[in-house]
């Protein structure tokens, strides 16, 4: 299965170049593969460049989580750091995939400045 980089991610959910998009489509049409890397790297850009809401990001995980051709890397995971994002209106995405990374992995608490963050269970807010 082709792995898909983050410009490629964008160029699929963003369709702002028909000639990339195209080619992204075609890429992926017998499958994708999407590193939670990538998948925080596409969401910093959606929500950086194109303005992408909470709502529109949760939705957008959502798609990609229940994507036909596509596979996010550690469904379970990225599936509980949505959960996690949908509960604290005021933390990002990439901090619940975070934390639900080291969660999956057995090393929390995690330690973070962040004062929304330290307000999830598993963290310590230093």
């Known amino acids: ?5 983050t410009n490629i991610l964008v160029r699929l959910i963003a369709r702002d170049d028909e000639q990339q ?3 992204a489509e075609r890429a992926v049409r017998s499958g994708g593969w999407i590193s939670q890397l ?3 790297e596409t969401l ?3 929500t950086s460049v194109y303005s992408l809401d909470r709502a529109k990001t949760a939705e957008t995980v959502a ?3 229940n ?4 596979t996010i890397q550690d469904y379970a995971t990225v599936e509980a750091a949505l959960e996690q994002f949908r509960k604290n209106p005021n933390v990002d995405f990439s901090g619940c995939l975070v934390l639900e990374i080291a969660r ?3 090393h929390l608490p995690l330690a ?8 999830c269970a598993g963290t310590q807010r230093l």
């Open 1 to 5: 299965m082709l792995a898909v980089d």
């Open 21 to 23: 998009t195209h080619a």
């Open 38 to 40: 990538v998948l925080a």
């Open 44 to 46: 910093w850009v959606l």
């Open 63 to 65: 798609l990609l989580l």
């Open 67 to 70: 994507h036909s051709t596509l």
């Open 104 to 106: 999956k992995a057995g």
């Open 112 to 119: 973070t400045f962040d004062r929304a963050l330290g307000k």
